[in-house]
Nanobody, 112 residues
Framework: QVQLVESGGGLVQSGGSLRLSCGGF????????MGWYRQAPGKQRELVGS???????NYADSAKGRFTISRDNAKNTVYLQMNSLKSEDTAVYYC??????WGQGTQVTVSS
């Protein structure tokens, strides 16, 4: 059974940092383009950034300079390091493997 499990969310003050993790179970994340998405209340889910199997990374404009995506294939895990968090970063964050597999999401709340 394929599972993606996000962790690391929580409540943080504006300007703070969080690192989200996305662990794969029953699926080798190393062969997939992995995406991080977020969905704020009342808004559509949006791409935060992605990393290909070869390590090429792209970020949404809102994430550039503040967020960093990385992967550790030995741990079958992808990370999203978020720095200088703002209240508008408050959302449920999801990871996605390829075009099919989604995690259950982890809540990030940034208090101003």
């Amino acid at each position: 059974q394929v599972q993606l499990v996000e962790s690391g969310g929580g409540l943080v003050q504006s300007g703070g940092s969080l690192r989200l993790s996305c662990g794969g179970f029953g699926i080798p994340l190393s062969i997939y383009t992995m995406g991080w998405y977020r969905q704020a209340p009342g808004k559509q889910r949006e791409l935060v950034g992605s990393i290909t199997s070869s390590g090429s990374i792209n970020y949404a404009d809102s994430a550039k300079g503040r967020f960093t995506i990385s992967r550790d294939n030995a741990k079958n895990t992808v990370y999203l390091q978020m720095n200088s968090l703002k209240s508008e970063d408050t959302a449920v964050y999801y990871c996605k493997a390829g075009s099919v597999y989604w995690g259950q999401g982890t809540q990030v709340t940034v208090s101003s």
